[in-house]
Nanobody
């Protein structure tokens, strides 16, 4: 059974940090992404990484604040979020692909999705 399970969301004050994790099971994914959706807004690509963790790409809006990493031993991907802002409030989703090993900024590239975890940043 294919599963992506996010954890680590919560409430944090502006300027604080959170670390999201996504546990993957069920098949050999070749790339992963973090994508968020705020109320009333479209999905927004944040970061992506290939299966080995050797290649990452970031959206300009989070570059320098967010870091995506891969733990192959635990089969997880993580998103370290620093200097959080109220506008980072959203549901954060882990997504995965098994067609290409190149991390993509294109949201439709990812066929498998987790259930999402809420991140709320208070001002």
């Amino acid at each position: 059974q294919v599963q992506l399970v996010e954890s680590g969301g919560g409430l944090v004050q502006a300027g604080g940090s959170l670390r999201l994790s996504c546990a993957a099971s069920g098949r050999d994914f070749t790339s992963y992404a973090w994508i968020r959706q705020a109320p009333g807004k479209e999905q927004e690509f944040l970061a992506a990484i290939n299966w080995s963790g050797s290649s990452t790409v970031y959206a300009d809006s989070v570059k320098g604040r967010f870091t995506m990493s891969r733990d192959n031993a635990k089969n997880t991907v993580n998103l370290q979020m620093n200097s959080l802002k109220p506008e980072d409030t959203a549901v954060y989703y882990c997504a995965a692909d098994r067609r290409t090993g190149v991390p993509s900024r294109v949201i439709s590239s990812y066929d498998f999705w987790g259930q999402g975890t809420q991140v709320t940043v208070s001002s």
